[in-house]
């Protein structure tokens, strides 16, 4: 065993459970050996054995102006000389507070966390405090962290409450969890026609990008919104990956909807650990110290972490970001399909904003159950013929890809050039 790769691996299992902090990085879904990344600058990070890899991933979605950013670099260097933590409020967790909520419709108050996760859990605690109800609905496939209630698979009948997808998870927990599918607009109506009146709340990921991408329809929209209002439930956009990738004001302004309460992460860390709730003032103002509903955080609005979040939410409203972030993601995902079909590998892709999906299958799926119908050995070949030729891709079919403002049209040639190579080979 001589790969640098191969013994960090080898040392890295006998002190970490499968040798990762987060399982999707150990390669099990695809097989080999996970690469140890020991730098990265704008498009490109570099392994253990200093190979070159085009990124897209980008830190499953932060890195979205690119890796290593003067700007973003500077002002955490900046910060940092500042001290790193003060357990005591900063001016720029207000700035911070100001711009998402400049940025994002629905949100008029925004408490910052450190995760997704936190954010998820907290807005689903608030949504319960303030409606006094213990239900709630979540979709197939739509992943939001790893809060007890939200680790939950779909029951066996439509209003079976779920079961834990994760051991640990006591069935008291996820018996308040109801799953029902992505994109089905009828089985909400029927939900809500016998129940309505129990559900706390919807959580969805409004453009889901963690069953590869699949885009909510309008209708499905509207339908939820539709029935939270009517039944006094609190309608939750999941924007942790989709927020400030599927354009400037997320998915909100995309769909023109408006949710009572959204979860933003990811992005908005710019790489550091950012990640934040907000809605409604009533709604937050039954977060503690004002309101009944408890929730803190040693490390929330941590003045390196927002210095860096900050700088990334003022470079993405330059004017024309999300223009050319859209334009090449585009081109990558046509780029792509033009390449499959040359080969005549049955394959599609579809883009929205810097979020992108490649699925191998003949139509782009809109449900879970489609998604899973797709070819993951095909992709699993796919992935280590372009890993092989430095196109580092989510290792695993049912994740979606990110393009970064550094991904310019040389890189884009590359790696459709490497996925002609991929394609002809499947
Ligand atoms: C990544 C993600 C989370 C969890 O965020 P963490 O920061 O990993 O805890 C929650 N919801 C969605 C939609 C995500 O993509």
Same mark, same amino acid.
């Given at each position: 065993m001589t790969d640098k790769n191969d013994i960090l691996f080898a040392r890295a299992q006998k002190t970490t459970p499968g040798g990762v902090?987060? #399982?999707?990085?150990?390669?099990?879904?695809?097989g080999g050996t996970p690469r140890f990344i020991t730098r990265a600058q704008g498009p490109y990070f570099w392994d253990a054995e200093d190979q070159r890899y085009i990124d897209y991933i980008g830190s499953w979605g932060p890195a979205i102006v690119g890796h290593a950013h003067p700007e973003v670099i500077s002002a955490v260097q900046a910060a940092a000389a500042r001290g790193l933590s003060f357990g005591a409020p900063t001016e720029g967790e207000i700035e911070m507070a100001e711009e998402i909520c400049k940025l994002v419709p629905g949100i008029e108050q925004v408490r910052l966390v450190s995760s997704g996760t936190e954010a998820t859990m907290s807005a689903l605690r608030l949504a319960r405090g303030a409606t006094k109800r213990d239900k709630i609905i979540k979709f197939e496939g739509c992943y939001h962290g790893h809060a007890d209630s939200l680790l939950v698979k779909a029951g066996s009948g439509l209003l079976t409450f779920g079961n834990p997808t994760?051991?640990?998870?006591p069935e008291d927990f996820s018996k308040h969890t109801l799953v029902l599918d992505y994109n089905n607009s009828q089985q909400l109506e029927e939900v809500f026609a016998s129940i309505g009146d129990q559900i706390a709340c919807i959580i969805v990921? #409004?453009?889901?990008?963690?069953?590869?991408l699949i885009r909510a329809t309008q209708e499905f929209i509207d339908t939820m919104r539709k029935l939270c209002t009517a039944h006094g439930s609190i309608l939750i956009f999941d924007?942790?990956?989709?927020g400030f990738r599927v354009g400037l004001h997320g998915a909100q302004a995309l769909y023109g909807v408006q949710a009572d309460l959204t979860c933003l992460g990811k992005v908005i860390g710019g790489g550091l650990p950012v990640a934040a709730f907000g809605g409604r003032a009533d709604l937050m103002g039954h977060m503690a110290p004002l309101g009944g509903v408890y929730q803190a955080g040693t490390l929330s609005g941590n003045p390196v972490a927002v210095a860096a979040g900050m700088t990334t939410l003022k470079i993405i409203q330059q004017p024309g970001f999300y223009e050319n972030l859209t334009a090449q993601t585009r081109k990558l995902v046509d780029g792509l399909s033009a390449a499959a079909k040359a080969a005549g590998v049955t394959f599609c892709a579809d883009a929205v904003g810097g979020m992108f999906g490649l699925y191998f299958a003949s139509e782009v799926p809109g449900s879970y159950a489609a998604m899973m119908a797709s070819d993951k050995d095909r992709f699993n070949r796919f992935f280590h013929l372009m890993l092989d030729q430095g196109v580092y891709l989510a #290792?695993?079919?049912?994740e979606a890809g990110f393009v970064s403002a550094q991904h310019d049209d040389t890189i884009i040639a590359e790696t459709i050039a490497a996925a002609e190579k991929a394609f002809a080979q499947l």
């Open positions: 902090n987060s #399982p999707v990085r150990a390669f099990r879904s695809v994760s051991a640990g998870v990921e #409004p453009v889901a990008g963690n069953m590869n924007e942790v990956m989709c #290792p695993s079919a049912f």
